[in-house]
């Protein structure tokens, strides 16, 4: 079955370390996206991607940056991890087009100490 | 940016009644409104969408209803059964064709027995 996975599933950072989240999917998606979710905040997008080696900026980009390497894996990087940072994030990917499905992964819980 | 104004942020029924969840959006370009349920600890899953060039549609207890006039969409579940409980997104698609989706932030729903 196709599917979105992500590592690690839990991960507790110090603050000012830097964190890397990474996100597969054999979905043969072109696109990508990384979400994170707090109480109260819903899913907000921080970064997206429709092809490799390229990314885009979501809504809350700031202190984040992504990566691409290839049309299966995407990567969110923390260079300096923020106790504001804590969250559940979540990696989805989707086909291009209108009225597409995003599929999914299960999450990361980032805690920063 | 661009919002989704999801209301109410709780809803509490009984077991059998009806549950309805409201959304609302800005951007008249919008084309695409998928409804997502998340269960405690796990990952949002897609359960029904509508496009825009659509009013109603149902999927055996799940029914949306999409006012373009209006910029608002709704969900209703019937018959509510404990196994509805869990939280619910909507969302709307973003300006262009970016696969982004724009989410609201959430309807926690509790079906008492």
């Known amino acids: 079955e196709a599917a979105v996975t992500q590592s690690p599933r839990s991960k507790v950072a110090v603050t000012g370390g830097k964190v890397t989240l990474s996100c597969h999917q054999t979905n043969n998606h072109d696109y990508m996206y990384w979400y994170r979710q707090d109480t109260g905040h819903g899913l907000r997008l921080i970064h997206y991607?429709?092809?490799?080696?390229?990314?885009e900026k979501g809504d809350i980009p700031d202190g984040y940056k992504a990566s691409r390497p290839s049309q299966e894996n995407f990567s969110l990087i923390l260079e300096l991890a923020s106790l504001s940072q804590t969250a559940v994030y979540f990696c989805?990917?989707?086909?291009?087009?209108?009225?597409?499905?995003?599929?999914f992964g299960p999450g990361t819980r980032l805690t920063v100490l | 940016g661009e919002q989704v104004e999801q209301l109410p942020s709780i809803l509490r029924v009984q077991e059998g009644s009806s549950a309805s969840i409201n959304c609302s959006y800005e951007?008249?370009?919008?084309?695409?409104f998928p409804w997502y349920k998340q269960e405690p600890g796990e990952n949002p899953k897609l359960i029904i969408d509508?496009?825009?060039?659509?009013e109603r549609k149902q999927i055996q207890e799940l029914i949306v209803l999409l006012d373009k006039k209006a910029k608002r969409f709704s969900l209703h579940i019937t018959d509510t059964q404990p196994g509805d409980s869990a939280m619910y997104f909507c969302?709307?698609?973003?300006?262009?064709?970016?696969?982004?989706?724009?989410f609201g932030l959430g309807t926690t729903l509790q079906v008492q027995p």
């Open positions: 969302a709307a698609s973003g300006a262009g064709n970016t696969g982004k989706l724009i």
């Open positions: 509508i496009r825009s060039n659509m």
């Open positions: 991607s429709y092809v490799a080696d390229s990314t």
């Open positions: 989805a990917s989707s086909v291009l087009g209108d009225y597409a499905e995003q599929f």
């Open positions: 951007d008249s370009a919008s084309n695409y």
